[in-house]
């Protein structure tokens, strides 16, 4: 949990089901309150899509997929990110 990244586990069907403190670090959002919830709220409905490929990539054993999305700070405000998965 000492690592400055957000990293996330994401079931088949989306739904988070874990994610390190960082993500109340950088987003403002305490991790306990995402467990179980579906990512898609996180995401800016634009790169929606986006974020969605990057999950089907992983889903079809593409060793790393990477992209670029806009999440949501529990401010509000917007955040760009790299993000990378791998199955």
Not at 69 to 82: I, M, Q, T
């Amino acid at each position: 949990d000492g690592v400055g990244d957000i990293v996330y586990v994401i079931s088949p069907e989306g739904l988070i089901l874990s994610v390190n403190t960082a993500l109340e670090t950088v987003l403002g959002w305490p991790p306990s309150g995402w467990i179980g919830q579906h990512f898609g709220p996180l995401i800016y409905k634009d790169d929606l899509k986006v974020a969605e490929a990057l999950i089907a990539d992983c889903l079809s054993g593409a060793r790393i997929s990477t992209g670029n999305l806009r999440v949501h700070r529990k401010s509000g405000e917007l955040a760009s990110f790299e993000v990378s998965g791998m199955p």
